[in-house]
């Protein structure tokens, strides 16, 4: 495919079509100036994992579909926006990719735990068959709540990276919930409870004691999703200050969400500026030397943008707080983004939990039915259309 093969000259080249403006351009909490630093942006978006549709992969089940062609695109999205939380968690957010320059060990370890196989913590498969779990047949398309549920499932089993998964829900995030969830020495709850769906062992290749050390560290390092919904039919504009800022916060993840009939992974705003997995790519195999040719994960062409009024109100904003003195910091913005003039609040941010709620976390349980399909009216939807079921 012509997007797949463009050199990184023929890039240089079609760059000079982003926007002059003065306005900073931001890439997950980096602020740059189109004029100055335009290669500094073009490398920080290429430098991040980038999926899409895959054809002539091992069949979803044994049986299943060989290719996500036409439904996977928001699992793609959830693996880009996790495999960005990886990249910091084991590469950090200065890490780049060169085109033919040799890269540490770590990175191809990111990469295989994504590869379109059955064994790989995050693959197509794993989320395909995990969400059954969530309502979703195989090969149903996902909105953005339900592949942070599953995600957040299967990084139970990777023990590489040691992560605490926690999805805010009903607009609301508990700091002390979060703490709990961080501070704890024991390996994530949950774990024991939800079997590997396809392998019995998900180990990536990775030393049987990795991950020892951070499960006995005093902060597990925190990915926070966010499911949100911003609007009914459309973004409402009060919103649209609120969404720039997060682009802003070291702690970004991005966004993922889109628009009608295409799910995309927002990384950054002059305008949106976006990740789009709708290319099929052939699905990727180590070589006959054991390594694996990555060129096709990196974005080598112009990044998207669109306008941001043009975006579906479902979405999940994400962050990554690799120490404790992150998430404190990550609080302090939030709490001042609730003072800029025009901002309206996305989402509340508490110190307790509130009467009412259930905490998951603690219960290790997941929502029951009546509580699921709420959820998923507000926050997915039967389609690419991303349309509000009645209620």
């Known amino acids: 495919l ?4 463009l050199t990184y000259d023929t890039l240089r080249f079609e760059y000079e079509d982003f926007p002059e403006t003065k306005e900073p351009v931001w890439i997950l909490g980096r602020k740059y100036s189109v004029f100055t630093e335009k290669e500094e942006i073009l490398l920080d978006v290429t430098s991040r994992l980038w999926f899409t549709y895959r054809k002539n992969f091992p069949a979803i089940g044994g049986t299943g579909p060989t290719s996500d062609t036409g439904w ?101 995030v508990v700091m002390e919930e979060i703490r709990r969830l961080c501070q704890s020495n024991f390996p994530c709850a949950g774990a024991a409870a939800c079997p590997a769906v396809e392998s019995d062992v998900l180990c990536n290749g990775y030393p049987e004691e990795a991950g020892v050390r951070d499960r006995l560290s005093l902060w597990k390092p ?8 911003l609007g009914l039919t459309e973004i409402n504009e009060a919103y649209i200050e609120t969404l720039k800022h997060c682009f802003m916060m070291p702690q970004s993840l991005g966004v993922i969400g889109g628009k009608p009939n295409s799910a995309h992974y927002f990384i950054g705003y002059v305008e949106l500026i976006y990740l789009d997995p709708h290319t099929t790519q052939p699905a990727v195999e180590p070589n006959d030397s054991g390594s694996l040719p990555d060129e096709s994960f990196h974005c080598q062409h112009p990044p998207c943008r ?51 709620f259930s905490n998951p976390d603690v219960l290790n349980i997941t929502p029951d039915s009546s509580d699921a399909d709420r959820l998923e009216r507000f926050f997915d939807s039967e389609d690419e259309d991303f349309e509000i079921l009645s209620l």
């Not at 592949?147 to 829900?169: E, G, N, R, Y």
Request: overall charge positive; glycine content about 6%.
């Open 72 to 172: 996977g695109c928001m699992l793609r999205c959830g693996q880009m926006i996790f495999a960005q939380a990886l990249v910091c968690r084991h590469l950090g957010r200065d890490w780049r990719w060169i085109k033919g320059k040799r890269q540490m060990d770590n990175y191809f370890n990111v990469l295989n735990a994504f590869i379109d196989k059955k064994d790989s913590y995050y693959s197509i498969h794993q989320i395909a068959q995990m969400g059954v779990g969530e309502g979703k047949s195989i090969g149903q398309w996902y909105g953005p709540n339900t592949v942070a549920q599953v995600l957040k499932k299967l990084a139970t089993f990777d023990t590489w990276s040691s992560l605490a998964v926690h999805i805010a829900m009903d607009n609301t």
């Open 306 to 356: 669109m306008n941001i009024a043009e975006l579906d109100p479902s979405i999940a904003v994400g962050f990554f707080c690799n120490t404790e003195e992150d998430f404190n910091n990550w609080c302090q913005q939030i709490k001042k983004l609730s003072l800029v003039r025009g901002a309206l609040p996305m989402f509340e941010l508490v110190e307790r939990q509130p009467s009412h």
């Open 222 to 229: 925190l990915v926070l999703l966010i499911p949100l919904r």
């Open 2 to 5: 012509f997007l797949a093969t």
